[in-house]
């Protein structure tokens, strides 16, 4: 049961970190961003985004180390992380969906 959970928790880590690398590259490039400047605070709310990420993978990273505990603190700073990633998705999610609509309206 140790070995499976330390294997998923890896496995997630990888996932997130991946993401982290993905993003920075296209945030790099200014991906995708060209319909979205219109709204400064899109683009300030991705970087809230990027940075709940990059404390899951912290998290996670702690998480792998034999001296780690999951105390009852770290587990509540996890969900809220993964709440506030959820909540920012939804909004992101929205507002996309809005400017997708004018966008076609155009």
Known sequence: M????????????????RTLVQFD????REAFLDQFRKEAMFQDEMDD?????????DEYEAATK???????????????ALQLLFTKFVILNTKYSRLNALFNQI
């Not at 034999?66 to 809220?80: A, E, F, K, S, T």
């Open 2 to 17: 140790i070995t499976l959970t330390t294997f998923s928790n890896e496995l997630i880590l990888q996932l997130f970190a």
């Open 49 to 57: 985004s990027r940075d709940v990420v990059q404390t899951l993978v």
């Open 25 to 28: 590259k296209l945030r790099k």
């Open 66 to 80: 034999p001296d780690y505990l999951w105390p009852r603190v770290r587990i509540h700073l996890l969900h809220n």
